[in-house]
Every structure is written in structure tokens, then in C-alpha cells.
Nanobody, 125 residues
Framework: QLQLVESGGGLVQPGGSLRLSCVASGFTLDSYTIAWFRQAPGKEREGVSCISSSGGSTKYADSVKGRFTISRDNAKKTVYLGMNYLKPEDTAIYYC??????????????????WGQGTQVTVSS
């Protein structure tokens, strides 16, 4: 059974940093594209970042470019989302998702096989 568990969320002041982790179990991570999505209260879910199975390709939403960094360690079955210079508008529940198969440029609109339960990120002074 494919399972993803996110961690690392919390309360941080504007301008601060967090690193989210997404740990996979029940499958070998190195065959999967992994994405981070987020959903703020009253808003639709939006794609934040994607990374290909090898880590060679990445994609970021315009709103986080230059501030967030996605990376992966397939040996540890873990994908990370480093978040710097956080803003109040980054407040949301962050989810990771896995999709088996080749890299797609339109990562955020592709179909994902498994989703985690989410971790809350709150940016507030």
C-alpha cells in the first residue's frame, strides 16, 4: 500500500524558514514523480513544486520561485521542500503526492496516485 507522510510544518514569522519532509512507505520512491501542493482556507488547492523521479527536473509555481527548493533522497524515500523568506500568503496545508511514470512538464495538472494527509504551515507575526 502506497503511503506518504508529511512533517515539518509549524508556525513561523514572516521572513522565516521551514523544511517540509515527505516520507514514502510501501513502495520504491525512485520510480515516482513527487509534487507538493497546498490549500489555504477558502481557496483551491494549488501546485507548489514538482520533482522528477531522478531529481533531474523540477518545476515551481511562480509565487514560490527563488524562495522554495524541492529535493529528494531516494535512498531515504524522502522528498523535501525547503521554504525561505516565508510570507503570510504561504499559510496553508501542504500536501505531497506521488505519480508513477515519466516526467510531465504539466506536472501540477497531471493525475497523482497517492496523497499524504498534509502538514500545516502558518506564517504570522
Amino acid at each position: 500500500q502506497l503511503q506518504l507522510v508529511e512533517s515539518g510544518g509549524g508556525l513561523v514569522q514572516p521572513g522565516g524558514s521551514l523544511r517540509l519532509s515527505c516520507v514514502a512507505s510501501g513502495f520504491t520512491l525512485d520510480s515516482y514523480t513527487i509534487a507538493w501542493f497546498r490549500q489555504a482556507p477558502g481557496k483551491e488547492r494549488e501546485g507548489v513544486s514538482c520533482i522528477s523521479s531522478s531529481g533531474g527536473s523540477t518545476k515551481y509555481a511562480d509565487s514560490v520561485k527563488g524562495r522554495f527548493t524541492i529535493s529528494r533522497d531516494n535512498a531515504k524515500k524522502t522528498v523535501y521542500l525547503g521554504m525561505n523568506y516565508l510570507k503570510p500568503e504561504d499559510t496553508a496545508i501542504y500536501y505531497c503526492a506521488a505519480r508513477r511514470g515519466r516526467w510531465l512538464t504539466a506536472c501540477f495538472t497531471s493525475s497523482f496516485d497517492s496523497w499524504g494527509q498534509g502538514t500545516q504551515v502558518t506564517v504570522s507575526s
